[in-house]
């Protein structure tokens, strides 16, 4: 059965203290891979979508990047602001279900 | 701006007494999905929808069920709403099946 997993649980940073987080999967042959924020009571919002190993992309604080088994998401220099549960999932690969396969997240706590 | 937007955000309902949230886009996206949060779990597909084409996910249970009359709007219509039932919907839409997924800011359901 195809798995992604999200590590750590949680995390706790200090401001300013720059950190990475891990979405391992066992999906071969994958379509996309996905980082979502989910702040509490709300839906998650869209940060990065990445498709080959060697991609990456940045927003602001945040850098997502992704090898044939893992993707990192890299907070530099992290915020009170950015503390939220981070999500990643991935489309399985062709001829396979469509459904995206969701790991449980990355719960983040920045201190200020 | 192009959003998806849930109404309500919160509902309360009693044991076995019918509800409807609904979903609305404004994306003009052709997939439109319903999700189930558990609290500190990872989304759960219920259903989707490919323009008029329903999909229903093989363990959702019956009690559930969906109707999308347009284009823009869809609904999540829970018939006998139990106890376990109470969790967060998220709706999210995407141009098409497997693409990136944008979610709504979900409806939080209480169960009496």
């Known amino acids: 059965e195809d798995q992604v997993t999200q590590s750590p649980e949680a995390l706790r940073l200090q401001e300013g203290e720059s950190s990475s987080l891990n979405c391992s999967y066992t999906?071969?042959?994958?379509?996309?891979l996905f980082w979502y924020r989910q702040d509490p009571g709300k839906g998650p919002e869209f940060l990065f979508t990445l498709y080959s190993a060697g991609e990456e992309k940045e927003k602001e604080r945040l850098k997502a990047t992704l090898t044939k088994k893992e993707s990192f998401l890299h907070i530099t220099a992290p915020k009170p602001e950015d503390s939220a549960t981070y999500l990643c999932?991935?489309?399985?690969?062709?001829?396979?279900?469509?459904?995206?396969?969701f790991g449980k997240g990355t719960k983040l706590t920045v201190n200020p | 701006d192009a959003m998806v937007i849930q109404n309500p955000r919160y509902q309360v309902t009693q044991f076995g007494k019918p509800v409807t949230l609904s979903c609305s886009q404004t994306l003009n996206h052709n997939v439109m999905y319903w999700y189930q949060q558990k609290s500190s779990q990872a989304p759960k597909l219920l259903f989707h929808y490919y323009d008029k084409d329903f999909n229903n996910e093989a363990d959702t249970p019956d009690n559930f069920q969906s109707r999308r009359p347009n284009t823009s709007f869809c609904f999540l219509d829970i018939r006998s709403p139990g106890l376990g039932d109470a969790a967060m919907y998220l709706c999210?839409?995407?141009?098409?099946?497997?693409?990136?997924?944008?979610f709504g800011p979900g409806t939080r359901l209480t169960v009496l």
């Open positions: 999932a991935v489309r399985p690969p062709q001829g396979g279900s469509e459904k995206l396969v």
């Open positions: 999210a839409t995407s141009l098409v099946v497997g693409d990136t997924q944008y």
């Open positions: 999906v071969s042959g994958l379509r996309g």
